[in-house]
């Protein structure tokens, strides 16, 4: 297929702004969509779920209501959510036509959803839930190194490239490889159709100053615990949820949900959140220097004079042309 026609996906003049945690992404979204009459779609793995809202840094209520915001908080933390269920949810907004008249400004920071629009995604079998329930079983019962094991000899070109620690890809390779009788490997060479028109699309990431980037952070975890952080951790583990989904690997639960225990300090847990934080972002940003061509503009910061802003207050943003 010509790379033109494959790059034409259904999703005109889009706006994608990806970036760091803290980076102000969210805020510099909504002000672009108000302006160009938009309708922001959440395109962060841990913003999608419910449960969360604080300590993900979802929009607040107020900033819900300024402009439409779909896909955020509408997965249970119990459902292991996946780029690809991200990108099915993506094509039910454009065939229920939410996003009609309005111009899509996708926001977030990860790197695989954003790949997933633009490049899409390879068609994956169906997982019978016997199958899933089974390898879920077996992986409480074994755990990761034992099931990775077991992969390395199934399916050894998988397997290579996974960690033997990484549960939840190693379960899914399984799954794949007992559902369909192919190895994930091959279903993923099988090219998809991208969503998002490139041609007609405006990619914006967000690089900031580093020591800028870690003030953010910290003062944004800070608030964090002003608005509830801890309230929803403790909420969370009542759910008494494995703790390898993905949901409760969100930064800070992990940390927070210690203190609680008494394992470790307040004053420690916020100290390893914060800590943990700037090692996230810190990865998020490699990636995209990595992984973004040159057809993506880098925007160091979208505060005038790098001057920290409340969503609430009216402090200028500087807006990129779009």
């Not at 019978?128 to 879920?136: A, C, K, S």
Request: aromatic share 6%.
């Amino acid at each position: 297929m010509e790379e033109s026609v494959r790059d034409a996906g259904r999703l005109k003049d889009a706006i994608l702004i990806a970036g760091p945690t803290a980076s102000g992404k969210s805020a510099l979204a909504l002000d672009i969509a108000e302006r160009v009459g938009g309708t922001i779609v959440n395109t962060d793995s841990m913003q999608g779920y419910s449960v969360l809202n604080v300590l993900t840094a979802r929009p607040s209520e107020a900033e819900l209501k300024r402009v439409p915001h779909h896909l955020y908080g509408h997965v249970h933390p119990s459902t292991p959510y996946s780029t690809g269920a991200w990108l099915r949810d993506v094509m039910r907004l454009i065939d229920s036509g939410v996003l009609d008249g309005r111009r899509p400004v996708f926001v977030g920071g990860t790197g695989l959803y954003f790949r997933a629009l633009l490049q899409g995604l390879s068609e994956m079998p169906d997982i019978p839930q016997n199958v899933r329930d089974r390898w879920r079983y077996e992986l409480m019962e074994q755990g990761a190194h034992r099931l990775h094991r077991i992969l390395m000899r199934e399916d050894p070109v998988t397997a290579s490239g996974l960690r033997p620690s990484d549960s939840q890809r190693i379960v899914r390779a399984l799954e794949v490889l007992e559902s369909s009788g192919k190895s994930l490997r091959e279903w993923q060479a099988i090219e998809g159709q991208p969503l998002v028109d490139r041609g007609s699309a405006r990619l914006l990431v967000i690089d900031p100053d580093r020591a800028e980037l870690i003030r953010r952070i910290e003062a944004r975890f800070d608030r964090m615990l002003e608005r509830g952080a801890c309230e929803e951790v403790h909420n969370l583990m009542q759910l008494g949820l494995d703790p390898a989904l993905p949901a409760m690997k969100a930064i800070g639960v992990r940390e927070l949900s210690a203190a609680a225990a008494g394992e470790i300090s307040e004053g420690e847990a916020i100290l390893r959140a914060k800590i943990a934080t700037r090692q996230y972002a810190k990865r998020q940003s490699t990636w995209f220097r990595n992984q973004f061509g040159p057809e993506w503009q880098r925007i160091q910061s979208v505060r005038r004079e790098s001057e920290e802003r409340d969503r609430n207050s009216s402090q200028e943003l500087w807006l990129p042309d779009v």
